[in-house]
């Protein structure tokens, strides 16, 4: 069952999806539309999940779940990855391969970069050391704030 982001708990799942470009503002409506039908009907073990969504600095997606009640299960979140597959044909952006890593520079502009050939980027000076880079290993809500960035 869809809830707002605001209202999950901050120990819920999170699972963090990073695309190389900002989205459209047609392309956050068309996104915002599937993610809530999803989360809406989102389930595991035949129960719904309170779950929940959010676009973070126009490229990132978060999806999150509940699991104080139930778990999600490996059906249950491959569902969720073949809902993101989908959304990537549609936007053509790549979003579940997690070979990427994001960073942010001191205006606050996100880059997600892949993460094979980040030793010749350093080298080549394309990855300085004022760039931050951004904690990949976020799994609850709180984490966005600890570990990530600031959700806005």
Sequence with gaps: MYQPFDLLPDSSRIWLYASSRKFS????????????????????????????????????LVLAVDESQLGASGCSIDSSVRTLRNLEQHLGVNLVDQGKLTLRNQSGQLQVLPALGIKSRISNGEITPDLEVIHPQVQTKADLADLWLPLS
Excluded: N, V, Y
Excluded at 34 to 48: I, M, R, S, V, Y
């Design 25 to 60: 503002a047609a392309e956050q409506l068309l996104i915002r539309e599937a993610l809530q039908d999803f989360c809406g009907g989102w389930a595991t073990h035949g129960k719904e999940m309170p779950s929940s969504f959010e676009i973070l600095h126009e490229q990132l």
